[in-house]
């Protein structure tokens, strides 16, 4: 984990609210895991204050070298900077940070479910287990197509399953109900998205039978992201505290809610 500053490569709205960057990567970077994460400050001095948080959403190599990319929803102040930033502007980061997934070995079918945003670190998850030559089904959830990531920019092998709530795209509903359907064709789930979508699939995972292993990477508000000021607090059920900057963000969705 180090501090650096990144050179924006491209900068495009993808969909929706949502915003793309990619950044030349530093050595430190070139060694991320799917579900690690930065802390990435906007403006040029201390305003605003804090970092933002934000998952590795992709790497590549071009002929400029190794490239990591971020995916955000364009929310706030901060967000509102970052995608305003254009090709050869640079952006203080420190990372990678965090524990992120931990696909088993010598299991074959993975299912990655993403509510809104959410869907930002599965899509490089999803990479990485189809070049290990994994089945991939990947559920993406949201309010409207809006929040959809866009089916042709998966690889090509991922199957999608969609769900909105106004039924603009895919099933009308939530992620919800193809989890329940699909949990039994698993053999290892990965989530990320909102709390509450966490706790309705681990509802699922309780009242089904099948003891199938699934990994939440948790979206806690984090100031600091490195221990210090407790704003990721997550209070499991046994008891306890864990802070998703040092502990996680990856969870095990029995060790939060069991
Ligand atoms: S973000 Fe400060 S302790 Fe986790």
Known sequence: MRSFHAE???SVRLYGDTHLLWFVSPPDMVGAT??????????????????????????????????????????????DWFSRLRAGDEVRMVGPLGQGFEPRER??????????????????????LVAQGRE??????????AQIF????LHPSVELVVT???GSLGEQGRVTAPFARLLSWCDQAFTCGPEPMFEALY?????SALRKPVQGLWEGRMACGMGICYSCAVFPVQGGVKLVCHDGPMFDLRDVYA
């Open 8 to 10: 924006v490569t491209d």
């Open 34 to 79: 799917p579900g690690q994460f930065v802390m990435a400050y906007a403006g040029a001095g201390m305003d605003p204050l804090l970092g933002r948080a934000l998952s590795v959403h992709r790497v590549r190599t071009t002929d400029r070298g190794a490239e990591f990319a971020l995916l955000f929803d364009v929310v706030g102040r901060g967000t």
């Open 203 to 207: 509802g699922v995972l309780r009242d």
């Open 164 to 166: 909105t709530e106004d």
């Open 136 to 145: 991939v089904t990947m559920i993406l959830g949201g309010r409207t197509a």
């Open 107 to 128: 299991v074959e079918r993975m299912l990655l479910v993403g509510g809104g945003i959410g869907s930002a670190p599965l899509v490089w998850l999803a990479d990485e």
């Open 150 to 153: 866009p089916a042709e920019l």
